[in-house]
T-cell receptor, first 111, second 113 residues
């Protein structure tokens, strides 16, 4: 089955800095890669996703890049704000498998 | 419309008891997933329904865990002879089809004492 590794497990940045979270996956058949944000005690919420037919996708301060050859994808947050502080999860799936999640990255943005 | 709804939000049960956790998916969503999330971990897949049938139950840890979705909408996760290690947040998610955005419920926090 699919295995998703996520790094780092914790990330501390100053407000205004950029944050990058990286994930690798094992199943070459995976073609859908969402990122979820989970605030303490709340449900995971999708913030951005990418499919394997594109290499990059942006939505305001958030971007995701995908390297299918290397089987890794990354989340980039620019101009971080304190409200970006949360746990971020990457995930991967194919048409034959359900979403497999990474272990999460706790992002702390200090004012 | 409403999002994914899970009940109860919290459940405390004694070791050895039977529990049922309910999930109401978003109307029209054919795919439904159950995940288990322990503190500090990512959601761990348990079972996936496409319509009424379990398309993938490979994540169920053992035969104490069972889930149904008899009419292709509401799903119930059933845990027999609960153990303290079953304590976790059980998350349900639904999506319009497989391999698309999954919308999560708030989860049921199960505590086995």
């Amino acid at each position: 089955g699919e295995n998703v590794e996520q790094h780092p497990s914790t990330l501390s940045v100053q407000e205004g800095d950029s944050a990058v979270i990286k994930c690798t996956y094992s199943d070459s058949a995976s073609n859908y890669f969402p990122w979820y944000k989970q605030e303490l005690g709340k449900r995971p919420q999708l913030i951005i996703d990418i499919r394997s037919n594109v290499g990059e996708k942006k939505d305001q301060r958030i971007a995701v890049t995908l390297n299918k050859t290397a089987k890794h994808f990354s989340l980039h947050i620019t101009e971080t704000q304190p409200e970006d502080s949360a746990v971020y999860f990457c995930a991967a799936s194919s048409g034959y498998s359900t979403l497999t999640f990474g272990k999460g990255t706790m992002l702390l943005v200090s004012p | 419309g409403a999002g994914v709804s899970q009940t109860p939000s919290n459940k405390v049960t004694e070791k050895g008891k039977y529990v049922e956790l309910r999930c109401d998916p978003i109307s029209g969503h054919t795919a439904l997933y159950w995940y288990r999330q322990s503190l500090g971990q990512g959601p761990e897949f348990l079972i996936y329904f496409q319509g009424t049938g379990a398309a993938d139950d490979s994540g169920l840890p053992n035969d104490r865990f069972f889930a149904v979705r008899p009419e292709g909408s509401v799903s119930t996760l059933k845990i027999q002879r609960t153990e303290r290690g079953d304590s976790a947040v059980y998350l349900c998610a639904s999506s319009p089809a497989s391999n698309t955005e999954a919308f999560f419920g708030q989860g049921t926090r199960l505590t086995v004492v």
